[in-house]
Nanobody, 120 residues
């Protein structure tokens, strides 16, 4: 599956952004989906994951209560609504997918990243 992430940008602390992940080839049926981020000089970090067809979601402690992951199984998209953004949320965000297991930093399929910068 080919993934494309979009929606990143520059926002002030406390602001919101919505990231979206779509597929340019195939569809997202039966895939676990998720978002992973990587800040400069740091390792990749799991952010949020969602099962197929979307009953189960999980979040990193650092974003729980601020971020919401969702999927549209008709449009084959996965979104990440990010509210109350903090400077420490600054990172490149990657959409990821896996058929066999929930998304982790070792997911099987990756999209290109989209940069989120939160200014203080």
């Amino acid at each position: 599956v080919q993934l494309q992430a979009s929606g990143g940008g520059l926002v002030e602390a406390g602001g919101s952004l919505r990231l979206s992940c779509a597929t340019s080839e195939g569809d997202l049926s039966y895939y676990y989906m998720g978002w992973i981020r990587q800040a400069p000089g740091k390792e990749r970090e799991f952010v949020a994951g969602i099962s197929w067809p979307g009953r189960n979601v999980n979040y990193a402690d650092s974003v729980r209560g601020r971020f919401t992951i969702s999927r549209d199984n008709v449009r084959h998209t996965v979104d990440l609504q990010m509210n109350s953004l903090k400077p420490e949320d600054t990172a490149t965000y990657y959409c990821a997918a896996d058929r066999a297991r929930p998304v982790t930093t070792r997911a099987a399929f990756w999209g290109q990243g989209t940069l989120v910068t939160v200014s203080s």
